[in-house]
């Protein structure tokens, strides 16, 4: 008897070594689904197209970085189109709570991420609705624990209060803090917390929950129940501006060494995608992902994963790694690149192709199934939206068990005050991958 689609939530196979983790899911996996058809179908676009900072790489996003010029040099953002900023579903958002709500614990909530040069944060944006009690919250930059990965101290003059919050599920004004001058100076290459949390002096009352990106949904198939379906982000959406600033210093050996991936102008090869950090100790949470079966998996059904990513440019895609990895079963699966049909993946690009053997086990880091293209690869557009397809070969495999693994890069945390002192760390649910070629 298989396990009803219902009741699937995100696999984890193993503890992160010395990390204190936890995932958190409102609901089964078909309310997961229908809520992301809900976003689906509210028009919602996935990708936009303009090149903006995630935790210190560049990734083609959806921000609309014309759209505020007071906002200034962007920082991070994993904000969408200016029209579409983030999802207003509210299934979800995380809660945002002061201590005196009623039956609800207070909690805080955070993202991680690494400015890619020396900058004065200045404005900090997030998108938190507000439910009840006191309309004000409090934004601020804190530093890395580097012990556990997670909120430490909050910056001197990094934080601020705000009262212009709009309602939960609306879109698209942001929560918006603006920090005294002159900011505060953070470091290229350093780990850094947006913070939110109720203002301890005149929001103990406040109640709401912090939205979540477009950025990081994925498509879900499970041929025998249902076609494509989007799949939600977890990851906060939030955007941090300031200033750039001459560089404080000559850039270290360390820095160096774990500099963001660049064009090699020497071959012409480029990073089409990527959402890897090399500033972050692994690349991807080991044996944490979204599950790929078989037709053939002892009580479980068949599932598919797809990424979705926009290249700046037209490229050649020659090359494709991604963080699959295996648990049981022929170990052998199906990669390729896919077309877009109405923000959900279409056809097969032709040449876009192809089997992997020997996949790493889940739980291992950190290598990757990696899929070379034959000849020069296939040709994609600038500004087209395409597709990361993993799947079971069910021909000849198709007892495969396996995840595609998470990507270090969009973690996230919360925090009890009056149960603990300590945060507990969440990802964001984006499936981490690589994706490179030449310049056309």
Known sequence: MKIPFATWPIIRTNKWAGRKFSLTWKGSLTALCLASA?????????????????????????TDESGDASAGYIIFSNLGSKDDLYSTSSVFAKAVV??????????????????????????????????????????????????????????????????????????????RVTLPAPGVT?????????????????????????????????????????????????WLATR?????????????????????????????????FSNLNHFFPQPYIPGIGWPIMGNNVLFSIEEWQALPFTPRADVQVNTVKAALSHTSGTNLINLGIYSDSGGLPGSPMPGGQGSIANLPNSGQCCDFATLRLPGDGIALMASTQYWLVASP?????????????ISSSNLCATLLPKQSSFWTDFTGNWMAAQIAGTNQ
């Open 186 to 234: 953070l470091t290229a290459g350093t780990i850094y917390w947006l913070v939110a949390s109720p203002d301890e002096v005149n929001g103990t009352s406040f109640n709401g929950a912090w939205q979540v990106a477009h950025l990081g949904e994925h498509g879900l198939l499970a041929p025998s129940i249902q076609p494509w379906v989007l799949s939600p982000s977890g």
């Open 98 to 175: 002061g201590r005196a709500v009623n039956q609800t614990p207070e909690q805080w909530d955070a993202i991680r991420f690494v400015p890619k040069v020396d900058v004065q944060a200045t404005v900090l944006e997030a998108a938190i609705g507000y439910i009840s009690g006191d309309k004000v919250v409090q934004l601020g930059i804190y530093s890395n624990n580097d012990i556990f990965s997670t909120p430490d101290t909050l910056l001197p003059g990094g934080q601020g209060s705000t009262t212009d919050i709009p309602d939960l599920g609306e879109c698209c004004q942001l929560a």
């Open 38 to 62: 809900l976003i689906f179908a509210g028009g919602g676009t996935l990708l936009g197209q303009s090149p903006v900072q995630i935790n210190g790489m560049g990734v083609t996003a959806g």
């Open 393 to 405: 070969d069910n021909l000849n495999a198709a007892d495969f068990k396996g995840l595609w693994q």
């Open 240 to 272: 941090v501006s300031g200033t750039r600033l001459q560089t404080l210093g000559p850039l270290s050996a360390e820095k160096r060494k774990n500099a963001p991936l660049r064009p090699n102008a020497a071959s012409g090869r480029v990073t089409i």
